[in-house]
């Protein structure tokens, strides 16, 4: 075989793994659609959306699953069957997906609630409307303020491994009526 034609095989052979590659990775995120949504858009009011969100936040987040180094009522069990590359071409693709807020209805006493408990606990890390957040924290603006309460519960408490300290930390400041308020109004935003 001529150096020009071991070369051409070469590079098709490249192009096919990485067109297989990113056809398995298509693959496997469609099995994320069932509680995440399709392109990671949840409708469900206790599961999250995940499209958009940072690719070091959710690759990080889904090795602290496989590794039991943060609890997880299911997440634990689905990730430890993939490998890290399989981890972080999910990341990067739910990464490249758009943030689509779900913004929910909250009266305006629990805004009012929940924008004085952020000013105090949350804007630091995730910004005034949760959609500018600090390099390791996620996009929270519109994201289902029933999930984000229940992360906030398990935040609060010890039984739960979650490594994030400064998460955990500013949870367990929160008083128990502000978990609700805080999450309804991050909740409420849309942009």
């Known amino acids: 075989m001529t150096k020009t034609k071991t070369l051409l095989a070469l590079a098709l052979i490249g192009v096919c793994a990485t067109a297989s590659a990113r056809g ?3 693959m496997l995120a469609r099995t994320c659609n069932g509680c995440h949504g399709v392109g990671g858009v949840s409708v469900g009011l206790s599961m999250p959306s995940i499209g958009g969100l940072p690719k070091e936040y959710l690759r990080n987040i ?3 699953w496989k590794y ?3 609890s997880a ?3 634990n069990r689905i990730v430890k069957g993939l490998s890290d590359d399989e981890i972080d071409a999910l990341a990067a693709h739910f990464a490249k997906q758009r943030w689509v807020p779900a913004p929910q209805q909250a009266s305006a006493a629990l805004l ?3 924008k004085s408990a952020i ?3 949350c804007e630091d890390c995730h910004g005034f409307t949760g959609s500018d957040p600090d390099v390791d924290a996620p996009r929270i603006n519109g994201q289902w ?3 984000m309460e229940l992360e906030l519960a398990k935040y609060r408490d010890p039984r739960f491994k979650m490594p994030h300290r400064k998460m955990k930390k500013a949870a367990q400041d929160m008083k128990p009526a502000e978990v609700p308020a805080a999450a309804g109004y991050f909740g409420a935003q849309d942009k």
């Open 24 to 26: 398995d990775i298509e």
């Open 62 to 64: 889904m090795k602290q």
């Open 68 to 70: 039991d180094e943060r």
């Open 73 to 75: 009522i299911t997440m």
């Open 112 to 114: 009012a609630k929940g």
């Open 119 to 121: 000013s105090e606990n």
């Open 145 to 147: 303020a029933k999930y």
